[in-house]
């Protein structure tokens, strides 16, 4: 199926989610008690749904994205160049209506797909709930309702390493750690972005560490089709 699929006509992506608000006496108190209901399922016996609330970044209903980085490799002069933009603030809807904006555009091609790692469970619902939720309609390649499975233009690393095993998580430091690709995971990892956005109110690192899951997920595709990697200094941050 690889062989059939341009790279050229793929976007590739990844989020950054942190919980709605800083801390759990912030958070109103319908919206605590919902809280309290989800993280039973969970959270240890003696742990309270305030000391698991960091964990509610992770659920479209109580998070809320601050960053979505995109990557599009192109052609240059003859060599492949790989183009990363972000999303990123306080302001979600501004950053959604944005991120819409740019997608519409790039999959107005009908050969055009989207992909990230594990972004069929994870990023692509976040983010159409989340459009949902601010009142954004959704684009056409996200709202998927009522598609036959080959109309859907997701695509997935980790359902590609999968083979069928569908019992099977790989995450994507192991997998780029396996293909000899550069980790992504130099900096911060997953855990540490709300403490970075709500502590350290630096937007800009988050967006960085973002972008680099982007190229990692980009280059492990590469190496999944059989193709060689995308050079350092063929990399580009898009205005």
């Not at 972004?119 to 619902?125: I, L």
Request: charged residues 30%.
């Amino acid at each position: 199926m690889l062989d059939n699929i341009r790279v050229e006509d793929i976007l590739f992506l990844d989020i950054e989610t942190v919980p709605d608000q800083p801390a759990f006496d912030q958070v109103s108190p319908a919206m605590q008690e919902l809280w309290e209901k989800k993280s039973v399922y969970f959270r240890k016996e003696e742990e309270t749904a305030e000391e698991v609330y960091g964990r509610a970044g992770i659920y479209a209903e109580f998070g809320k994205i601050v960053c979505i980085s995109v990557g599009a490799i192109a052609q240059r002069d003859g060599q492949r160049i790989f183009r990363l933009k972000s999303f990123a603030g306080d302001d979600e809807k501004k950053l959604l209506i944005e991120f819409k904006e740019m997608l519409e555009h790039f999959t107005s091609k009908p050969t055009r797909n989207i992909c990230g790692h594990n972004a069929r469970e994870f990023d692509f619902p976040f983010i159409a709930r989340r459009m949902l939720i601010r009142g954004v309609g959704l684009p056409e390649v996200l709202d998927v309702a009522g598609k036959k499975p080959w109309e859907v233009k997701f695509l997935d690393t980790l359902d590609l390493w999968k083979f069928g095993d569908y019992k099977h998580y790989t995450s994507l430091n192991l997998l780029t750690t396996i293909f000899g690709i550069p980790s992504p995971k130099d900096d911060i990892d997953g855990s540490q972005v709300a403490q970075v956005f709500y502590e350290e109110k630096d937007i800009e690192r988050i967006a960085r560490y973002c972008e680099k899951d982007v190229l990692a997920t980009a280059q492990l595709f590469l190496r999944l089709k059989g193709e060689s990697l995308i050079e350092e200094d063929a990399i580009e941050l898009a205005n």
